[in-house]
């Protein structure tokens, strides 16, 4: 449980055997520990090396509770069995014959429930699990039931989860391709189903590992992993982060993408970073090339789409028909190919875009406003715009800019009723539609929050 962050704990019938531990810890090189028991005047001097007083005892404890601080292990005798609060603690080591409280007590110890910490361990060199119902028969069964599961259980649901998880991918002829993996999670409740199934069987994974029964699974479980995180960065969707895994988990899935090369292949890569071309010439189908800039696209589509809604979503619309186009046949992946590029191209070109129309990128956001439609394409030799609205977008911008320079302007209501009362008063003048005046004036206030609220 240490990759994961969390600490253990050993229970020790007698303060020679405690010592015995902690000598034979520091002998093995095993993670820091530190020995908590309290002293006598009699002790041998094996013992006496290891007395602490009251506030030493409380350092230990602190530096124990720190996610931090490299104490990883307390070895205790009659000392911090009731009223320690540890949720950083996941295993007990149970070496002592505790009994009815005190061992519920123990065991719920290791459940305080923490921050991917989905389970409690108690490993018993005693044998107090053998008589746990007898030791615990003072308690109400209601109170104790499922208080301590043998872990061998955990295979059965193992074994269920690996083939839940695996099920996805049932038709897809060869496993190593990657491309024909990630096609299966494109829908996303596909992906949602995929998920859910996925943290199931990592869950149970972290948990039995690194037992030699949980090992066969462990190839499986890199090449899920690897095709989650192809999937997530192909699809831009968050919800399939490895970041929910454990580390011994999340481990094992970055070894198997550095070893097989394909880190490319799992990154998220912008559109517009230099790595998206040298993520797409990994790519060997013009399939997944497409499927590859389509979600690229439409991800900067919704990240922008604030800013200029009439702009990008022309682009959105032109988007949905080439996909369109593609399913029906009409064009071919390599004329899809094309069209996406060019699609790229205007939105890169954002800017030069408002140039050639002669206006500020904010006026040519307002003039897509006023326009009431797809705006055209610049690269278009014959696009036409509307003359006075473009001297309307201007007259606007040059009203309510000055406005938004007051500080906090978007959380002072007399400034935005003043920027309204303006801007309805141009609309008006340039004899706008008076049916549209409204909706046309609130959409102008929420653009120039977006574009000038910070």
């Not at 290791?110 to 008589?131: C, F, P, Q």
């Not at 409740?189 to 949980?214: G, H, I, N, Y």
């Not at 192809?230 to 968050?238: E, K, L, S």
């Not at 209501?413 to 609309?427: A, F, G, I, N, S």
Request: glycine share 4%; charged share 35%.
């Amino acid at each position: 449980i240490r990759p994961n962050g969390f600490k253990a704990q050993v229970v020790c019938v007698s303060r020679d055997a405690a010592v015995t531990y902690k000598e034979t810890l520091d002998k093995l090189h095993a993670p820091q520990s530190a020995v908590v028991f309290s002293g006598s005047n009699k002790d041998e001097d094996r013992l006496v090396r290891h007395h602490t007083s009251v506030e030493d005892r409380k350092e230990t404890v602190k530096r124990f509770l720190n996610p931090q601080d490299p104490l990883s292990i307390l070895v205790v005798c009659d000392m911090l069995l009731t009223g320690f609060d540890a949720p950083i603690e996941q295993v007990m080591y149970l070496d002592s014959p505790l009994k009815e409280h005190t061992l519920l007590q123990a065991i719920a110890r290791v459940n305080r429930t923490a921050d991917k910490k989905d389970y409690g361990l108690v490993v018993d060199y005693w044998g107090v699990s053998e008589a746990l119902q007898e030791a615990l028969a003072v308690f109400s069964p209601s109170d104790v039931k499922g208080a301590m599961e043998p872990k061998i259980d955990e295979l059965p649901r193992l074994q269920t989860r690996h083939a839940a998880a695996l099920r996805f991918f049932a038709r897809v002829k060869e496993k190593n391709d990657l491309d024909a993996c990630v096609v299966v999670l494109e829908p996303e409740d596909v992906r949602s189903e995929f998920q859910t199934a996925f943290r199931r069987f990592s869950q149970s994974m972290d948990m039995m590992l690194p037992d030699p029964k949980a090992m066969e699974y462990a190839d499986d479980l890199r090449w899920l992993g690897k095709v989650r995180q192809a999937a997530r960065a192909r699809f831009r969707d968050d919800a399939l982060d490895i970041g929910d895994c454990g580390d011994k988990v999340r481990a094992l899935i970055e070894e198997a993408v550095v070893a097989e090369g394909v880190q490319i292949l799992v990154k998220q890569v912008s559109l517009f970073s230099g790595e998206f071309q040298e993520k797409l010439d990994a790519l060997k189908r013009p399939e997944a090339k497409a499927s590859e800039m389509e979600h690229a696209i439409r991800k900067e589509i919704h990240v922008k789409i604030d800013e200029n809604p009439a702009y990008f979503k022309s682009l959105r619309e032109r988007l949905e028909q080439i996909i369109e186009d593609r399913k029906a046949h009409r064009i071919d992946a390599a004329k899809q190919l094309e069209l996406f590029q060019a699609l790229v191209d205007e939105l890169r070109g954002h800017e030069q875009a408002a140039d050639a129309v002669g206006l500020s990128e904010t006026g040519f956001a307002i003039y897509g406003l006023l326009a009431g439609g797809p705006v055209l394409k610049v690269a278009e030799p014959k696009a036409k715009y509307d003359e006075s609205k473009k001297d309307l977008a201007e007259i606007i911008e040059d009203i309510v800019t000055p406005m938004t320079e007051i500080v906090d302007w978007t959380q002072k209501d007399d400034v935005q009723r003043e920027m309204r009362r303006l801007v309805k008063r141009q609309l008006k003048a340039a004899k706008y539609p008076a049916a549209e005046v409204e909706g046309v004036t609130a959409s102008l206030i929420d653009l120039m929050r977006v574009r000038r609220g910070k």
